[in-house]
C-alpha cells in the first residue's frame, strides 16, 4: 500500500494480538440486504461510489468550513451522499427530493448533526449526566433525541463521545462520561440503545456514532487536538472498551479522531481503523472522519497535499470524509492512477449502503412526520429528572441543605442564577433559550408560594475585573437568612471543543465574590455549574453547602429548586476526580502504585524525614482528590457492613472458562431520617500479576432507593469478563492473583475482602 511502509503497519503491530471478537450488529449481517448493496455498487460508475464517500456541512457551521455551497448540484450528479447541520422537514425534504429524483440511481442522502446532550428537548451535559450512574435514564434521554431528531430529517448522530478523559482541563471533558472504562463502557452502550432503537429502520431511530476513535481524551497537557502517546496494554485496557461496548450495543458509525496516536494520526491509522475496528471487532458500519480531520493530516505532517491525505485515510479505513474536500476532488484520480485500488472504494461505499438501507432510507426517504412546536410535558419531566439524579452534593456541613422555605429570605447570587443560555452548555443542538427555566424564576414562584422572598443579586460577570456588583450581593447576603451562589464556567468559551484551559478555577473574580459573600457571615450554599472538575480549595474549609450541578438543562430551575428546596434530594456521583492543584492533573482513581507508595504517610505538610520524603508524593500538596472518583452526599446517611464474598479460593483456568464465578456482598442500612438514593459500587484490585494491575478498578455499580431505617443486601458477580486483563504477553485473560475486592460508597472507602485465585 502506497503512504503505509511494512515496517511501520508491523511496529505497530508489536504486542497486539486479537480482541475478543463481536458478532456483527443484526443490520450488519442480512445477506438479502447484502445482495442489494453488491448489486448497487456494481451499477455505480467510480465518480458515483465517491460522492457517497463525500459529507459537507450545508448549515450552520462547527468549524472552519470549505466555503463550498454546491451542494445541490453534487446531489443531482451523484457525487454527494450525506450532508449535515441541515434540519428541519421541508429543508431536508427539499434535499432529498433532489437525490431521489434527479440522480441516475435515486440513492438517499443520509442527514447528520451533533445531538450531543438532546435535539429540542436539552439534558444536562453528558458528563453531567454520567453523574446519574443510571443507563437507563440515559436510554431513555437518547430516545428522546432520536425521537425529536428524526422527526425533522435527522437521521444520524455524531454521539456518544465515548473519550475516556482523565484531564480536566481538556475542554470536551464535558462530553463524556469521565475517566473510567467500566463505566463509560455502560454509558456508551445506553446511548447506543436509546439513539436506535429495537431497529434502525423504525422511524424513530437514528445512526449512533461513536466517536473520537480513538485516544482522542488523552491529549498531551490536556490541549485540545494535541498528540497523544498511549502504550498498546494502556490502550486496550482504558481507552477502547468504551468503543467496543458501543459496537456490541450495534453502533451503527464511528468517527475518527483528530489526534495522532503514538505519532500517527488517527485518520490515517491503518492499526485502529481497519485490524482493530473492522477485522478484529467486525464492525460493518461505516467509519466518517471528524471535522476536516484528513485536510489536518496536511499540518500533522504525514500528507503534503490533500491528494495524499486522501489516499492515506482511505486506505487505513476512513470511509466517509467530513468536510475535508480531499475525497471529492482526488479519490478517482487516485483510483485510476493505481495509487488506491477500486475494492477500497467499493468496500467503503457498501459499508455507507449498509447503514442507509438500514435506516430503511431507501424505502421511505422522506420525512414524513411533522416537526413537533416545542416540547413534550414528559419529555421535560425525563429532563428534570436527569438534572436531579445529576447534580453531586461535595459538602453540606451543618445540614445547611435542604433549605426551609417557609418564611425564609434567600439571597441568589451569580452570573449563573439568571442565565437561560448557560443552562443549555456547549453543543446545545436545537435547544432555545427560551425553552429553559432558570433557577431565578423558579426559585422566586416557590419561595413566594411558602412566604418566603427571594433578592437577586448578579455580583459579577464570567470575565471582569469590576467589583462593582460586590456590594448588592454582599447586602443582600446580609438581608437574607441564606445566601445561595451560583457560579462557574462560561460555557460557550470555556468548556467543550477548543475550550482547554490551564487553570482550573473559578473564572474571573467569582472567588472574590464568594469570598466577600461568605463573609457576610451567612450561611452559604456554593452552586458550582461548569463541564470539568474545578478546584474548590477555598471552598471545602469556607462555604458550609457546596453541589455540583453541571448545566443543567431545559430544567435547570425546577430541578435545583427540587433538589434545595428538599423535595428531591442529590443522588450524583462524581466520575472525574476534583484535583487540589493543576499539577496533579492528570489525575484519575485507577492509578498504578509504584515501588514507593505514600500509605501511611501524612501528606499534608512538607516531608520533615527521609520516610516521608523518598515516596511518591508532591513537596507541595497531597496526592489525593480533593474530590474522588464515585463520592458523592445526599440528604440521609447510609452505613456498609463488610464485604463478603461467596468463596475465598477461585481458580483462573475454571473463570476463563465460564464455569467459575464469584459473589460479592454488603448490606447497607439508610441511618438518616429522609429516603436515600445510593450508588453502589463494586471495586477490585488484583496483585501478584504478570504486569501492574490499578490500585482499584469498579467492576460493577447499582442504584437503590433506601426509606429511611431500611437496609438492603447488595450483590455483585465477578466473572472472567470482570477479572480478566491484557497480562504480559498481550493475551486477555484472568491470571491467578490475590483479588482484594471492596463494595462501597466511592473509590477511597469500604471494607475489603480477600480471594485467592489460583491456578
Not at 435542604?402 to 439568571?418: E, Q, R, S, W, Y
Not at 451560583?486 to 468548556?495: I, K, N
Not at 430541578?559 to 496533579?584: H, I, K, Y
Request: charged share 20%.
Amino acid at each position: 500500500m502506497r503512504g503505509f511502509p511494512t515496517l511501520l503497519v508491523s511496529t505497530l503491530l508489536m504486542g497486539v494480538v486479537a480482541a475478543q471478537s463481536s458478532p456483527p450488529a443484526a443490520w450488519g449481517n442480512n445477506p438479502e440486504l447484502e445482495s442489494k448493496i453488491d448489486a448497487l455498487v456494481k451499477q455505480m460508475t467510480l465518480e458515483e461510489k465517491v460522492g457517497q464517500l463525500v459529507t459537507y456541512s450545508a448549515g450552520a457551521p462547527t468549524g472552519p468550513g470549505t466555503g463550498r455551497n454546491d451542494y445541490k448540484e453534487m446531489i443531482a450528479r451523484g457525487q454527494l451522499g450525506s450532508l449535515f447541520n441541515i434540519t428541519g422537514a421541508d429543508q431536508t425534504n427539499a434535499m432529498q427530493k433532489i437525490a431521489i429524483e434527479k440522480s441516475r440511481l435515486h440513492i438517499p442522502l443520509l442527514f447528520g448533526l451533533d445531538i450531543i446532550h438532546g435535539y429540542r428537548t436539552e439534558f444536562p451535559v453528558p458528563l453531567g449526566v454520567s453523574a446519574t450512574w443510571d443507563p437507563a435514564l440515559v436510554e431513555r434521554a437518547a430516545h428522546v433525541a432520536a425521537k425529536e431528531a428524526s422527526r425533522e430529517g435527522v437521521r444520524w448522530t455524531y454521539s456518544p463521545m465515548v473519550d475516556i478523559a482523565r484531564d480536566a482541563r481538556w475542554g470536551r471533558i464535558i462530553e463524556g462520561a469521565g475517566e473510567d472504562p467500566y463505566l463509560g463502557s455502560a454509558l456508551a452502550a445506553a446511548y447506543v440503545r436509546g439513539y436506535q432503537g429495537a431497529k434502525l429502520s423504525d422511524p424513530d431511530s437514528i445512526a449512533a456514532c461513536a466517536k473520537h476513535f480513538v485516544g482522542y481524551g488523552a491529549a498531551e497537557g490536556g490541549r485540545d487536538y494535541n498528540t497523544t502517546e498511549i502504550p498498546s496494554r494502556l490502550l486496550r485496557q482504558v481507552y477502547l472498551p468504551p468503543f467496543q461496548a458501543a459496537l456490541d450495543a450495534g453502533a451503527a458509525t464511528f468517527m475518527s479522531a483528530f489526534n495522532s496516536l503514538n505519532g500517527v494520526p488517527a485518520s490515517a491509522n491503518p492499526v485502529t481503523l481497519s485490524q482493530i475496528l473492522k477485522k478484529e471487532w467486525s464492525f460493518k458500519g461505516f467509519v466518517t472522519s471528524d471535522w476536516n480531520s484528513i485536510g489536518e493530516l496536511i499540518p500533522q505532517g504525514v500528507a503534503t497535499d490533500h491528494a495524499m491525505a486522501a489516499q492515506k485515510a482511505i486506505l487505513a479505513g476512513v470511509d466517509m470524509d467530513m468536510e475535508s474536500n480531499a475525497y471529492g476532488p482526488h479519490l478517482v484520480d487516485l483510483v485510476k492512477s493505481g495509487a488506491v485500488p477500486e475494492s477500497v472504494i467499493d468496500e467503503s461505499v457498501g459499508r455507507v449502503l449498509r447503514v442507509k438501507f438500514a435506516l430503511g432510507l431507501f424505502d421511505h426517504p422522506y420525512t414524513e412526520t411533522t416537526s413537533q412546536d416545542g416540547i413534550a410535558p414528559e419529555d421535560a419531566d425525563l429532563a428534570r429528572k436527569a438534572a436531579e439524579e445529576s447534580f453531586v452534593l461535595l459538602r453540606n456541613d451543618g445540614g445547611v441543605l435542604p433549605i426551609k422555605a417557609n418564611g425564609k429570605t434567600v439571597a441568589l447570587i451569580g452570573p449563573m442564577a439568571d442565565d437561560a443560555g448557560q443552562m443549555l452548555g456547549s453543543w446545545g443542538g436545537k435547544s432555545q433559550a427560551k425553552d429553559v427555566i432558570t433557577l431565578r424564576t423558579e426559585l422566586i414562584k416557590r419561595l413566594e408560594a411558602a412566604q418566603g422572598h427571594v433578592i437577586y443579586a448578579k455580583g459579577t460577570e464570567f470575565r471582569t475585573t469590576s467589583d462593582k456588583g460586590f456590594a448588592d450581593a454582599v447586602t443582600a447576603a446580609r438581608q437574607s437568612d441564606i445566601a445561595v451562589l451560583a457560579l462557574g464556567e462560561d460555557a460557550p468559551w470555556m468548556t467543550g471543543e477548543a475550550g482547554s484551559r490551564a487553570h482550573l478555577d473559578l473564572p474571573g473574580n467569582q472567588q472574590a465574590l464568594l469570598e466577600a459573600v461568605a463573609a457576610a457571615g451567612k450561611p452559604v450554599v456554593l452552586l458550582i455549574f461548569s463541564g470539568r472538575p474545578l478546584i474548590l480549595n477555598w471552598a471545602s474549609q469556607h462555604v458550609p453547602a457546596i453541589m455540583e450541578v453541571w448545566y443543567p438543562g431545559i430544567q435547570a430551575g425546577p430541578a435545583l429548586a427540587n433538589v434545595l428546596l428538599g423535595d428531591s434530594a442529590p443522588s450524583g456521583r462524581l466520575t472525574t476526580s476534583f484535583p487540589r492543584a493543576v499539577g496533579q492533573e492528570p489525575l484519575y482513581y485507577d492509578h498504578f502504585n509504584t515501588g514507593r507508595p505514600a500509605d501511611g504517610v501524612d501528606l499534608s505538610h512538607p516531608p520533615t524525614n527521609d520516610k516521608e520524603k523518598y515516596v511518591s508524593r508532591y513537596v507541595d500538596e497531597q496526592n489525593s482528590a480533593l474530590y474522588p472518583f464515585g463520592y458523592g452526599l445526599t440528604y440521609s446517611t447510609v452505613s456498609y457492613s463488610p464485604t463478603t464474598v461467596s468463596t475465598t479460593t477461585a481458580s483462573a483456568k475454571d473463570l476463563n472458562a465460564g464455569s467459575a464465578k464469584l459473589t460479592v456482598s454488603a448490606e447497607l442500612r439508610n441511618t438518616g431520617s429522609r429516603p436515600a438514593d445510593e450508588v453502589v459500587q463494586l471495586y477490585i484490585r488484583q496483585t501478584g500479576t504478570s504486569v501492574v494491575r490499578p490500585v482499584r478498578e469498579l467492576k460493577g455499580f447499582r442504584r437503590i432507593t433506601l426509606p429511611p431505617g431500611q437496609s438492603q443486601r447488595v450483590e455483585f458477580t465477578l466473572a472472567a469478563d470482570e477479572l480478566r486483563f491484557w497480562n504480559i504477553d498481550m493475551k486477555n485473560v484472568v491470571e491467578p492473583a490475590q483479588l482484594t475486592v471492596w463494595i462501597a460508597p466511592d473509590s477511597t472507602r469500604g471494607t475489603p475482602a480477600k480471594v485467592t485465585i489460583g491456578q
